[in-house]
């Protein structure tokens, strides 16, 4: 099978095992663990933060970062359609208490600017809730893997300073972004307060994220992660993996970005067949399905049947990923696959 569902599928390459299967280990809730305290310090230092937190997921970064910076009854401002939203479990809500407050992007694709925060921020009254954070996605998962530029997120940033508002950044895939723009991690990482990154994606580790940020936040976050049952004692095998992804999958990012238009060409070849967004910036491919061709699982299941996993992601709403573990060669057959949808 040619696995398109996700770039969460990877298997680790013999290299990465043999890293894994080396790592000297310790207790990390007691602080002993090398391999996860130098990864810590590796990954702060390369986004110009002062710590960092090595945690299970994503998810569970971003609801950490959600913890730290608010309490009960404080709102997040935050894009519709962002992870945090739509894929979290209502974390926010569940964990801390806290509401979000969505904001649809004017351009479909998951990017906002700061003027869409306008008169955003809730009166100073009993009544209301209190403002207190923003969150943005870089590279925007449902909005197709775009990436919001650097300078419309400085000036959210300063909007936010302005109303003493927190930022964090869910930056699951900001390896993606870092490669297609050329903008090194320091100036994504000094753009917010927290950030969260993942080496379980495009970088092919079996599991892992990190949340970077200020000392102290960092400190409090090991006290909520512990609070999330997220402490984990002998973790430097996985911690060795996101290392060795860190010298050996960041530039190869490129070839998915690539091997993603292969697949974009050929649903846009398709009639009934719609990419949204139009231009596939990484390594994520959104497509919605016309009634003709029957429902995003109909199309999944014809398409298995020729030997390629999609992701139908709603009833007319199909994503393909492209990551490590599939080869140009197998993205032209999956390509071939989809015209043939067509006859």
């Known amino acids: 099978m040619i696995d ?4 969460t599928v990877t298997k680790p390459t013999p290299g990465m095992m043999a890293a894994m299967m080396a790592a000297p280990v310790g207790d990390d809730v007691f602080g002993e663990d090398p391999t996860v305290n130098a990864l ?26 959600v913890r730290v910076h ?5 709102e997040i401002l935050l894009e519709t ?3 945090i939203c739509l894929w979290e479990a209502g974390g926010a809500a569940a964990l801390s208490g ?21 008169d955003k921020v809730r009166p100073d009254d009993m009544h209301s809730v209190r403002t207190r954070l ?23 940033s300063r909007w936010a300073r302005q109303h003493k508002l927190a930022t964090h950044l869910d930056g699951a895939r900001i390896w993606n972004a870092i490669v297609k723009t050329g903008v090194p991690a320091k100036v994504w990482g000094g753009m917010f307060d927290t950030i969260n990154v993942c080496f379980s ?17 960092i400190a409090h976050s090991r006290r909520i992660r512990k609070l999330f049952g997220g402490a984990m004692r002998q973790i430097g095998f996985l911690a060795a993996a996101c290392d060795y992804a860190l010298d050996h999958n960041i530039d190869r990012l490129a070839e998915d970005h690539a091997n993603a238009r292969i697949i974009a060409d050929a649903v846009a070849e398709v009639p009934g067949f719609t990419l949204k967004p139009h231009e596939v910036e990484t390594n994520l491919v959104w497509f919605e399905v016309d009634a003709q061709h029957g429902t995003a699982k109909d ?19 199909i994503r393909a990923v492209t990551h490590l573990d599939v080869t140009r060669a197998q993205c032209v057959t999956a390509a071939d696959a989809i015209r043939r949808l067509a006859r």
């Open 299 to 317: 199309v999944a299941e014809r398409l298995k049947v020729s030997g390629v996993l999609v992701a139908p992601l709603g009833t007319r709403v």
């Open 98 to 118: 806290v509401t979000l407050r969505t904001i649809d992007s004017a351009t479909g694709d998951g990017r906002l600017g700061a003027s869409d925060f306008t």
């Open 40 to 65: 810590e310090q590796r990954t702060a230092a390369m986004f110009g933060c002062e710590a960092g937190l090595f945690v299970p997921s994503g998810t569970m970064a971003n609801q950490i970062a």
């Open 134 to 156: 923003v969150c943005l996605e870089v590279t925007h998962n449902r909005g197709g893997g775009t990436v919001t530029a650097p300078g419309a997120i400085n000036d959210i």
């Open 201 to 217: 994606k495009g970088l092919g580790t079996p599991v892992g994220s990190m949340l970077l940020g200020p000392r102290d936040l």
């Open 70 to 74: 608010c309490r009960p009854q404080d």
């Open 4 to 7: 398109l569902r996700s770039d």
């Open 81 to 83: 359609n962002s992870h």
